[in-house]
């Protein structure tokens, strides 16, 4: 099992930046991917951004060239810098990760993002 630990919501501005993280409670081996989704009020849970073993990454339209995933495997933690937040970037962002062998991904417990106009 692994659990996974996100961190770094919060309220921000329009305009403004948040890092959230994103920690594995043990070494991961076997890393397919992992990736940061969310969900606002009475929509579906959406991919955000993703970064491959390979640390291939892909980001949806609504935020690429503002938002940045990346990976430090020696601390098994996956981040998600956001800039020039928007309020409609208002959601619980949640992480995802794949493993081999492993048919079912693990979540984390989410945290709250909220922009402010």
């Known amino acids: 099992q692994v659990q996974l630990v996100e961190s770094g919501g919060g309220l921000v501005q329009a305009g403004g930046s948040l890092r959230l993280s994103c920690a594995a409670s043990r070494i991961i081996v076997g890393v397919i991917a992992m990736g940061w989704y969310r969900q606002a009020p009475g929509r579906q849970r959406e991919l955000v951004a993703s970064?491959?073993?390979?640390?291939?990454?892909n980001y949806a339209d609504s935020v690429k060239g503002r938002f940045t995933i990346s990976r430090d495997n020696a601390k098994n933690t996956v981040y998600l810098q956001m800039n020039s937040l928007k309020p409609e970037d208002t959601a619980v962002y949640y992480c995802?990760?794949?493993?081999?062998?492993?048919?079912?991904?693990?979540w984390g417990q989410g945290t709250q993002v909220t922009v402010s106009s």
């Open positions: 995802k990760l794949n493993l081999l062998k492993t048919p079912s991904p693990y």
């Open positions: 970064i491959n073993s390979g640390g291939m990454t």
